[in-house]
Nanobody, 125 residues
Framework: QVQLVETGGGLVQPGGSLRLSCARS????????MGWFRQAPGKDREFVAA????????SYADSVKGRFTISRDNAKNTVYLQMNSLKPEDTAVYFC??????????????????WGQGTQVTVSS
């Protein structure tokens, strides 16, 4: 059983920064395209950022372009989301996902898909 565990969320002031981490545990021989999604209370889960298996291609939602950066370290089995210039509207539970569809901005995952448990990000004065 493979698990994805997100860490790094918390409370931050507007304009501040956070770095989220998504660590993979369990045994697998595959490396997947990975992504970050977020969901605010009462709203649908939405795409935030994605990165391909080798880390050479990325995509972002228009709402976070220029502020967020996705990266990965396959040697550590970890994907990161660096969030700068945070806004109150960024407040949500952030989820890591495996085997995402790169460039499509969809929440649908591929055959090897898996979701993390989520980490809360709150941006408030």
């Amino acid at each position: 059983q493979v698990q994805l565990v997100e860490t790094g969320g918390g409370l931050v002031q507007p304009g501040g920064s956070l770095r989220l981490s998504c660590a993979r545990s369990g045994r697998t021989i595959n490396t997947y395209d990975m992504g970050w999604f977020r969901q605010a209370p009462g709203k649908d889960r939405e795409f935030v950022a994605a990165i391909n298996w080798s880390g050479t291609r990325t995509s972002y939602a228009d709402s976070v372009k220029g502020r967020f950066t996705i990266s990965r370290d396959n040697a550590k089995n970890t994907v990161y989301l660096q969030m700068n210039s945070l806004k109150p509207e960024d407040t949500a539970v952030y989820f890591c996902a495996r085997d995402i569809r790169l460039y499509t901005s969809t929440t649908e995952l591929g055959p090897g898909g898996s979701w993390g448990q989520g980490t809360q990000v709150t941006v408030s004065s």
